[in-house]
């Protein structure tokens, strides 16, 4: 049955998108110059040459009759145009797939979108390399998105400042994720997912920098996701709310947190660390389900003479994850306090001022000064005390 041209023309005006026209325009030229063609040899009897040009440049929106007869001159299928009429909400597809993070679906939209170029198959792009970790080619993609900002809609310019965040706080620039992600507050319309994927991202950021806004972030997200019946991510929201407070020695409401915890690798990770932190070990079968980092943990304190190949054999994507430190667990495959102390003394120290997490710089100032009364090191302790102070202040 032949196709009604005009029932296809007045459903696309019902969500007229201008940008699409100018990708379309874009891969209509890319496709004719690929073929050698002129725009006349294109246009023939079906339109006039400046017709075409016009249509090239995006300068005139073709009807949904012309677009298909110029497509046919080209070879150009419909399913393809069409995606290019799509790619709007695919894009805004993957921003719900990452936030739901499921892994086939982000695989499949990248897929599907590779044999196109435009800002939006290369937003989707970055979401995808951000999603696996790919970092140095998502920030090669993040320069080229920079130079084009001003052709992206709001909300599109919404998704590349959230995932640029995300990347700035994989690379541990957390302040500068935080105020990229305040600036997201000045726009009115910033899609529900897209807003959520936000807070996670403030709320993780608290964490790193042990600020006590992780508890007023928290109770906000809680609410937010308990209202939505979204348990498993209120679950993480208690988890690192947890942490914050097992941190600051808040033992009594890091327990509190716990109990409200359903899903296990959660509760028995925080539970693991409460009793890591007040010295009440249960036994080692106790312990079922750990998160990646309770896990490495879990292994230096049940298994010590394992803890080196367990930590070089772990999945290096879990090195992104909010409650793991990477700095301290290399830090613990060092085998007595001679060699932490070189270690602490050598690398750790001077390199610490460069990373954002206050919980690590604490956690490697307690140490020194344990080492150090050890061995008798009082002033370098203080020298190392000195340097760092002036990242934990505020």
């Known amino acids: ?34 073929q050698s063609q002129t725009l006349s040899s294109v246009a023939g009897d079906l339109c006039s040459v400046s017709y075409l040009c016009k249509v090239e440049k995006a300068q005139l929106k073709p009807n949904r009759y012309m677009l298909n007869e110029i497509c046919k001159k080209l070879n150009v299928s419909s399913p393809k145009i069409n995606l290019l009429f799509e790619l709007k909400d695919i894009l805004q597809k993957m921003v719900k797939s990452y936030y739901l993070d499921d892994r086939e679906e982000i695989l499949k939209i990248y897929t599907q979108c590779q044999e196109f170029d435009n800002y ?21 993609i993040a320069k080229e998105l920079f130079r084009i900002t001003s052709v992206m809609h709001d909300d599109e310019l919404g998704i590349f ?34 807003a959520k994927i936000a807070a996670i991202l403030t709320l993780e950021c608290y964490v790193k920098l042990n600020s006590p806004m992780t508890l007023v972030c928290s109770s906000k997200l809680l609410d937010l996701f308990l209202k939505g019946a979204e348990y498993s991510k209120a679950d993480y929201v208690r988890y690192l709310e947890g942490l914050y407070m097992l941190h600051n020695s808040m033992i009594i409401s890091a327990s509190k947190s716990l109990q409200n915890l359903q899903t296990k690798e959660f509760r028995y990770s925080l539970e693991f660390f409460i009793d890591i932190k007040t010295k009440k070990l249960k036994e080692k079968t106790y312990y079922e389900k750990l998160r990646p980092f309770a896990k490495l943990i879990y292994g230096y304190t049940f298994h010590r003479e394992k803890y080196l190949d367990t930590f070089l054999k772990m999945n290096k994507d879990y090195f992104y994850d909010c409650d793991f430190s990477y700095n301290i667990a290399n830090y613990l495959t060092c085998s007595d306090d001679t060699e932490r102390y070189k270690e602490l003394s050598s690398v750790v120290i001077p390199n610490l001022s460069m990373t954002n997490n206050k919980v690590e710089k604490l956690f490697f100032l307690k140490e020194y000064c344990r080492i150090s009364s050890k061995f008798g090191r009082y002033k370098n302790f203080t020298k190392a005390y000195a340097s760092l102070m002036g990242g934990l202040e505020d």
């Open 1 to 34: 049955m032949k196709k009604n041209f005009f029932i296809e023309e007045l459903n696309r005006r019902g969500k007229t998108d201008d940008n699409a026209y100018s990708l379309i325009g874009t891969e209509l030229k890319r496709v004719r110059m690929s």
């Open 120 to 140: 939006r198959t290369k937003l989707i792009d970055f979401i995808y390399y951000i999603y696996i970790y790919q970092l140095g080619k998502a920030e090669s």
């Open 161 to 194: 400042i959230v995932f640029h965040s995300i990347l700035k706080y994989y690379e541990e620039s957390y302040m500068e994720t935080l105020d990229n992600i305040y600036e997201l507050e000045n726009y009115n319309n910033v899609e529900d997912t897209l």
